[in-house]
């Protein structure tokens, strides 16, 4: 059986920024759940930051790739530098990861952490930007194939395919 690992605000812990979650109701991802699949992960909480906390966002070039190879910072409204925890719950979500065989992920968009596919852009506006958060940029690098809470068909597929090759 697929391990699946899953931004733990997604199943309604409330971890997030604001102090709260941001649970999805998906059918699959409840099925996924009764079968044990999923390993829930906070990279914020995880690398030390408490909840609730000031928003955060990604400045400087390549996103969550960017604050990996030191290229970028994630910070808040007020300036502060936050880069050193975001990584570090990135690298633990890497060693869950590594510790379970996982090689599918489904986390929460827009994420300065864990967003697939697009974060922002750090001057606190709401304005999108593509690229990756910290957590899936690694996740990525380390062949972990990640999806969002949007995309949770495309994911189920994968991991059909992944156990049909296994």
Known sequence: MERILVSACLLGAKVRYHGGDAA???PILKRWLDEGRLIAVCP??????PTPRPPAEIVGPGAGEG???HLAIV????GENLSDAFRCGAGTALDTVKRYGIRVAVLKEGSPSCGPSFVYDG???GTRV???GVTAALLESAGVRVFSETS???AQA??????RSN
């Not at 914020?44 to 930051?49: F, I």
């Not at 994968?158 to 156990?163: D, P, T």
């Open 158 to 163: 994968w991991v059909e395919a992944l156990e």
């Open 67 to 69: 604050v990996n190879r």
């Open 24 to 26: 999805c109701d998906h």
């Open 152 to 154: 949770i068909e495309a």
């Open 75 to 78: 910070r808040t409204a007020a």
């Open 130 to 132: 593509r690229g990756r």
């Open 123 to 125: 001057t606190f506006t």
């Open 44 to 49: 914020e909480r995880d690398g030390g930051l």
